[in-house]
């Protein structure tokens, strides 16, 4: 059978597009890697009726996903590696069932709600075990009930970092301190206070003060030392640049550091939907007032568009679901994404990467942890005629290994001095050769679905 | 109304929908394979399935990312 | 101004600046990209002998194939041993497999005919080379001498030995730069009009690959070379090497020289020194189309795995696809165009131009400086696709 609509993704732009489009009566199926609903911002525990389930926003999105559940089909633990347009304009998604094996859904239209994952950058002794992404921080605190670590240095840009702090910092952690690189002004002088959002910029700053932890802007984790795991760090006092002013070491046995988000768009670009470059340089996909890609048939919602926050992500998610409904859009939710737009573009603007960042990196550190590339490597291959991130992939490998430079990728774009380019996955998720064999003729019969092929209500 | 996996025989708690990288993480156990090249020791680092890093068999089978992997009980899983 | 422009910095242009270089010529390599951005940064890196029906493909193999190996030599003479010539070469050997008796016996006719050293193997010998074969196989033929690079550090190693190597300022390597046109001089070819300028020089080598002919067209010259699509799937990389040789099904010497527009694949399994593991091969004549055929993909695994069973559990993490330049006649061009003096062509190699690109910039050294090439350049000149040409 085929299904009017395929979301990909259980965040909250997933969720509410797939809910909008099923209550204006299509027939939906949601599809994610994750085994709930969540995506990285309301992840939460399997037994979700404690804690923080009263959070702000979470209750409720698990009301919508419960909703959800009666209207749509979810197929969770499915991890989607390839999604091809078929002649007569349908959509084949390709995924691994929760078994591995090859499961194919087809669909009339998509709505790309994939998310965002951390932007790390490589300093040297980054790849201890102890030194986290800030979203692999928050997804043990949230997703499992793990605290990651006994004494906790946060450190990166962005306010991401403030709820990943005071998550820590409330589940019992020692934040030894978080470290902004950007800034300079401190929790006082926070730009969330210039955005209108006063009140969760008190909440943290109230939470940080509660644990006595100390805020500090223009400093940044540069190093990270230990034998078997992290032991200890290196933190510097920035110029605003991000060059090294000072150093410090602070003994601690968990990092967690991010530096913005790499919004995920590889399915999109499998579908040829078209580009732009967002405030910070990221790709992410075009979209139009109703969330339209390029593509016909395709939309996309959430971090993939830009990245803004869950708020917007959920506010572009019930626009693409009327848009695909082809119900009206009512003014007030495009003013309102509108004005999310322009918060995220503000935030981008005020924490961006600055170039020092170049700085902190010895001719031994790993730039890429999964094919062990060294940045002297990287300098030999732009020594060799590499003039862009693509040749500096293809002579000295950063990018080539699993994580199909997805950690890398945005390092290795800034070394080579370009702009990140939109990255080509033509396989999203790891395959095996045996699941692909059995796709034989491209298309394996779905066990997950009705066979029937009626068309919807 | 936790349970065990084992980690080169050692047991393991797991609270129920916990994954295998997080109750390994929660036990202290950090690091779980090394690298190919350099011997490095490798664990959780983005815990959201995008890095590879904390690859882990399972059971025999060939590696699967551990922080998306949820533990089962009995589950027994080697380093490597 | 140079004594050679090279227009194209893949692995052919990168061999042809190298030995002219070598020949004591002052050299320029112009592309618009960077170092091997194009067809040699999406291949294989074969350089094969056995895949060659006898004639003069196989003949520039053989040639090419003792080239590499002594610019493997040559490199780690000076980097140190063990440093694979700076670009991984690895003479691991070749291995055609046969299903079945008859084409077996047909491999065995094919392997008398080339002439090249080679083992034949039976069947139940097989695993003996290949341990983790499938069973059931009919037999096989080893040819040793099959040989495998990183093409893309081959290329850019040969650019860089090629300016260090033969005294300072012989070689320059222009990137990010387009070839708009050419210079003429009366009925010469005097240089090459760029983004960037004119640069002139006292001879154009068009190494423009699978976009030869777009290149030969701006000098007002036809060469009829397309793209003909391939696709390669690559494994999460292996804890331990599955395969030791280049492993492939007797299909694959069959499409080579296939004339079909239709799909083609064959099982083509190596390892790599990264670990992973490579799986090719596939044809199809689609032009410049990236699309990602899943079909395509799914056929290349189920072969993988046909052939090495224990296949089936390894991931494929990426796959990627390249445009192969191939000519009518499934052979290169390579020589001077005698419709235009100045102009001499090295591109049409389609899927094996990383094993013929040292003997292609062999032999265009030698016509540049007057000498007798070592191998005569009459099948692969670049007027014998015109009607009127004999």
């Known amino acids: 059978m085929t299904y009017d609509l395929v979301v ?96 194919a859904v087809r669909a009339r239209r998509l709505l790309i709600a994939t998310g965002a994952h951390d932007r790390p950058l490589p300093f040297p002794g980054w790849d201890l075990p102890g030194v986290l992404t800030a979203g692999g921080a928050q997804a043990l605190l949230k997703g499992n009930g793990v605290v990651p670590g006994r004494r906790v240095v946060v450190g990166g840009t962005g306010p991401f970092l403030l709820p990943v702090a005071t998550g820590l910092a409330e589940a019992g952690a020692r934040v030894l301190g978080v470290y902004e690189a950007n800034g300079g002004l401190g929790l006082a002088r926070h730009p969330l206070l210039a955005m209108g959002k006063a009140g969760e910029a008190a909440g943290y700053a109230a939470t ?124 007030v939710l495009t003013r309102r994404r509108d004005r999310g737009r322009a918060f995220g573009a503000a935030l981008q603007r005020a ?107 | 109304m936790t349970f065990h996996i084992t980690i080169d025989g050692r047991q393991v708690p797991v609270v129920p929908g916990q994954t295998i990288g997080a109750a390994l993480h929660a036990a202290g156990v950090r690091s779980w394979r090394t690298t190919r090249f350099g011997g490095r020791p490798r664990g959780l680092f983005c815990g959201i399935g995008v890095c590879f890093d904390c690859l882990i068999s399972v059971n025999g089978r060939a590696p699967e990312r551990a922080c998306l992997l949820e533990a089962a009980p009995g589950d027994e899983v080697t380093t490597s | 101004m140079s004594d050679v422009i090279v227009v194209g910095a893949g692995v052919v242009g990168a061999a042809c600046a190298y030995y002219a270089a070598r020949a004591g010529l002052d050299v320029t390599v112009i592309d618009r990209g960077p170092v091997a951005g194009g067809t040699t940064g999406s291949g294989e890196g074969n350089v094969l002998v056995s895949d060659k029906e006898p004639g003069p493909e196989l003949e520039l193999a053989v040639l090419s194939n003792g080239l590499w190996r002594s610019l493997a030599e040559r490199h780690d003479r000076q980097a140190g041993p063990g440093a694979h010539g700076g670009f991984e070469f690895e003479a691991k050997g070749g291995l055609v497999v046969a299903e079945t008796d008859e084409i077996q016996r047909r491999l065995v006719e094919l392997a008398a005919e080339q002439g090249l050293e080679h083992v034949l193997v039976s069947g139940p010998e097989l695993r003996d080379y290949e341990p983790r074969l499938a069973e059931g196989l009919a037999g096989g033929v080893l040819y040793p001498q099959d040989a495998q690079v990183q093409p893309m550090l081959a290329a850019a190693r040969l650019l860089r030995d090629g300016a260090d190597s033969f005294g300072r300022g012989t070689l320059h390597l222009r990137l990010g730069v387009t070839v708009t046109g050419f210079v003429h001089s009366g009925e010469r070819v005097t240089g090459v009009r760029t983004s960037h300028g004119d640069v002139l020089g006292g001879a154009v080598i068009n190494a423009a690959g699978t976009w030869g002919g777009e290149v030969a067209a701006l000098a007002g010259v036809t060469l009829p070379i397309l793209p003909r699509r391939g696709f390669i799937l690559v494994t999460e990389p292996l804890p331990e090497p599955l395969i030791k040789h280049k492993v492939y099904t007797a299909a694959y010497v069959t499409n080579v020289a296939s004339d079909s527009a239709d799909l083609e694949t064959s099982a083509v399994v190596e390892g790599t020194p990264a670990g992973t593991v490579l799986i090719g091969a596939s044809r199809e004549r689609v032009g410049f189309d990236r699309t990602t055929s899943v079909p395509v993909l799914a056929r290349l695994a189920a072969q993988a795995v046909a052939l090495f069973p224990a296949l089936r559990e390894a991931r494929a993490i990426r796959s990627y696809c390249g445009f192969r330049p191939y000519c009518p006649d499934h052979l290169p061009v390579i020589g001077a165009d005698p419709r235009l003096p100045g102009l001499y062509h090295a591109c049409g190699h389609e899927g094996a131009g990383i094993g013929l690109a040292p003997a292609t910039g062999h032999l265009l050294a030698q016509v540049l400086t007057g000498q007798t090439p070592d191998l005569d350049l009459k099948p692969f000149r670049p007027d014998r696709f015109s009607e009127d040409s004999p």
Request: overall charge negative; aromatic content about 4%.
């Open chain 1, 8 to 103: 990909i993704g259980g965040g909250p732009a997933g969720v509410a597009g797939a809910l909008t489009a099923a209550l204006a009566g299509l027939r939906v199926a949601l599809i994610d890697s994750g085994a709930r609903l969540g995506g990285q911002y309301f992840r939460h525990a399997a037994a979700h009726g404690t804690g923080h389930a009263a959070e702000s926003g979470l209750a409720r999105f698990l009301r919508l996903g419960e909703r959800l559940g009666e209207r749509a089909d979810l197929l969770l633990r499915h991890q989607v590696w390839h999604i091809s347009q078929n002649d007569g304009g349908d959509f084949t998604v390709h995924c691994n069932g929760p078994d591995g094996g090859p499961v």
């Open chain 1, 208 to 331: 940080l003060a509660r644990h006595l932890v100390p805020y500090r802007t223009r400093r940044a984790v540069v190093a990270a030392h230990g034998e078997r795991e992290v032991q200890a760090v290196t933190v510097a006092r920035l110029d605003q640049d991000w060059n090294v002013l000072a150093t410090r070491v602070v003994e601690c046995d968990t990092v967690a550091v991010g530096y913005g988000f790499v919004p995920q768009i590889e399915l999109g670009l499998q579908l040829g939907c078209g580009t732009r470059q967002d405030v910070d340089g990221s790709p992410v996909l075009s979209v139009d007032s109703a969330q339209r890609t390029t593509v016909p048939g395709v939309w996309a919602a959430g971090e993939p568009t830009g990245v803004g926050g869950w708020q917007l992500s959920e506010l572009e998610g019930r626009i693409a679901g009327r848009s695909i409904a082809e119900r009206p859009v009512a003014g």
């Open chain 1, 351 to 457: 924490y961006p990467v600055k170039a020092g960042w170049q700085g902190w990196l010895r001719a031994d550190t790993l730039v890429c942890r999964c094919e062990e590339v060294p940045l002297a490597r990287v300098r030999e291959a732009r020594d060799l005629g590499a003039t862009d991130a693509r040749s500096v992939k293809l002579l000295a490998r950063p990018g080539m290994g699993w994580c199909q430079g997805r950690i890398c990728g945005y390092a290795v774009s800034c070394l080579a001095g370009e702009p990140q380019q939109p990255s080509r996955r033509p396989i999203a998720q790891p395959v095996s050769l045996g699941a692909l064999a059995d796709t034989a003729d491209g298309i394996p019969d779905d066990p997950a679905t009705d066979p029937v092929d009626d068309p919807a209500h």
